[in-house]
């Protein structure tokens, strides 16, 4: 629901276009500009040169840019100098295809948009931020894919996960795949819950079963960190499920669960907004001091991947 597309830093050199689309974009828009190459900022300015606005109008883009980091994707992506940009992006298509390619050349490929027809009756522009899916793993797994494998930190946050259960243990290995297959460096994945009439979790033998029942569905190497809240009195009431990353955030209100298998229930996914993301990233943080957490800390262990890649 959060998806990558290749801006040309030419469609964007006047103020009138670049304020349309830089609008349009952020995590809670469900778009965001590949930062590609790693210097297109500095293409942005340069065709400034080239089109030469007013001097206000300069002005207005040139500030603006300063402040656009947030709507802004960096990633692995290959740039030759000595191809031209749209050439570039339609190489870097083929390789790991962007949601669109917003160009100022026409084009008769569907995944590229001329930005004087961009509009929400084009289906590659057009990003839902509800919908409603089948509530099997595959389903789920698929509705999120884009915005796990963009993400470099990961949280999943549902207050009633149990590793025992295979309706839990299932989406999160089709989550897990899909973080995985961008090959990116991901610097953190956590599944945080809570603590149900002071269980015993996180005794050796709950460890151990996480183990087994966990390990196995990571990849070899990959850890995966698990913490256990406690509600506060009179604290945030720890209820509402999330996919929580550095990018976004995505509310579950059924669940990360699946429906055990029967696959006739549905789903429904909700992109929050940028200011709600930013609360809940704050809540799910275990900070050095622990009075500051918005909701108590339990305890957490580290399950490390025993999968073969291969």
Request: aromatic share 10%; glycine share 4%; net charge negative.
């Amino acid at each position: 629901m959060i998806h990558e597309f290749a801006l040309d830093p030419n469609a964007i050199s006047d103020w009138q276009s670049f304020r349309f689309f830089i609008d349009q974009f952020g995590s809670s828009k469900g778009r965001l500009i590949s930062r590609f190459p790693k210097k297109w900022k500095r293409l942005v300015y340069e065709a400034l040169v080239e089109k030469k606005p007013t001097d206000l109008d300069r002005s207005r883009i040139e500030e603006r840019l300063k402040n656009i980091d947030d709507r802004l994707l960096s990633g692995a992506r290959v740039y030759e100098p000595e191809l031209t940009w749209i050439a570039n992006a339609v190489n870097q298509h083929s390789v790991k295809p962007f949601r669109a390619i917003i160009t100022v050349d026409s084009s008769s490929e569907p995944h590229q948009i001329t930005a004087q027809d961009v509009d929400e009756t084009n289906s590659n522009w057009n990003v839902p931020t509800n919908i409603s899916v089948v509530r099997t793993a595959e389903a789920m797994a698929t509705a999120v894919g884009p915005l796990l494998e963009i993400s470099s930190e990961i949280i999943f946050v549902d207050p009633y996960f149990d590793p025992e259960k295979r309706r839990f243990r299932r989406p999160l290995e089709k989550f897990i795949e899909r973080v995985n297959a961008s090959q990116r460096d991901v610097k953190r994945i956590e599944v945080h819950f809570k603590d149900h009439e002071n269980s015993p979790f996180f005794d050796n033998a709950f460890k151990g079963r996480c183990d087994n029942r966990l390990s196995p569905l990571l990849p070899d190497g990959m850890e995966l960190r698990l913490v256990r809240w406690r509600q506060r009195n009179g604290g945030k009431l720890f209820h509402d499920r999330y996919i929580l990353t550095n990018i976004g955030c995505l509310l579950f209100p059924t669940g990360l669960d699946d429906d055990d298998g029967d696959g006739g229930q549905q789903a429904t996914i909700n992109l929050l907004t940028s200011e709600l993301h930013a609360e809940l990233w704050n809540d799910f943080q275990v900070y050095e001091d622990l009075t500051i957490c918005s909701y108590e800390f339990d305890n957490e262990y580290v399950v490390v991947g025993t999968r073969d890649n291969h």
